[in-house]
């Protein structure tokens, strides 16, 4: 069974840096999957933050493009999101998913989430 | 960014009843439209990818269709566990953009 679950510090100061990571486990990380952030906060909704495949093609939304950087570590089964300048409009619950190979969008699996709250 | 618009924002429905939420798209998207489902305190769950292809486990009491830019999901008769909030998603073109979700009581 496929599994995702984040990991990281749920407080972070106010322009600081936020670093989360998701494990996946119950499938290898290195298939043709895509490997997505998602956050939700109740003034935006849903926003799809960006996605990575183990070849480390990259896409990111551009609105957050410039202070989001997301990375792979296939050994370890991990991927790893990390967001700058970090502000109150920040604040959300984040989520690690899965999209498929022929239609990244299409997150199938998700992890459970982690709520961050940026504060000093 | 393509933005997606759902309809209604909330409903209410007895259990039994047929339930239609609407889903449109600022542009074509080639029928990439997926459906999920959020309960309280939980991650989103797909249903549907594709406009009208049930995920993997999903009953056959949800229906995915679509007509042009406008897509729809129905419930046919609904269980009080069919309360949660639906969103929309298009898959066709990055960013990938949500709808602002449809809370749906039974």
């Known amino acids: 069974q496929v599994h995702l679950q984040e990991s990281g510090p749920g407080l972070v100061k106010p322009s600081g840096t936020l670093s989360l990571t998701c494990s996946v486990s119950?499938?290898?990380?290195?298939?043709?999957?895509?490997w997505s952030w998602v956050r939700q906060s109740p003034g935006k909704g849903l926003e799809w933050i960006g996605e990575?495949?183990?070849?480390?093609?990259?896409y990111y939304n551009p609105s957050l493009m410039s202070r989001v950087t997301i990375s792979i570590d296939g050994p370890k089964s991990q991927f790893s999101l990390k967001v700058t300048s970090m502000t109150a409009s920040d604040e959300a619950l984040y989520y690690c998913?899965?999209?498929?190979?022929?239609?990244?969008?299409?997150?199938?699996?998700w992890g459970q989430g982690t709520r961050v709250i940026v504060s000093s | 960014d393509i933005q997606m618009t759902q309809s209604p924002s909330s409903l209410s429905a007895s259990v039994g009843d047929e339930v239609t939420i609407t889903c449109r798209s600022s542009?074509?998207?080639?029928?990439?439209l997926n459906w999920y489902q959020q309960k309280p305190g939980k991650a989103p769950k797909a249903l549907i990818y594709?406009?009208?292809n049930l995920h993997s486990g999903v009953p056959l009491t949800f229906t995915g269709r679509a007509s042009g830019t406008l897509f729809s999901l129905t419930i046919s008769g609904v269980q009080p566990d069919d309360s949660a909030v639906y969103y929309c998603?298009?898959?066709?073109?990055?960013?990938?953009?949500f709808g602002q979700g449809t809370k749906v009581e039974i």
């Open positions: 119950g499938i290898s990380i290195a298939n043709s999957n895509w």
């Open positions: 998913a899965r999209g498929w190979p022929t239609n990244p969008g299409f997150l199938d699996i």
């Open positions: 998603q298009q898959s066709y073109i990055p960013p990938w953009t």
């Open positions: 990575i495949h183990l070849t480390g093609l990259t």
């Open positions: 542009q074509n998207i080639n029928g990439s």
């Open positions: 594709g406009a009208s």
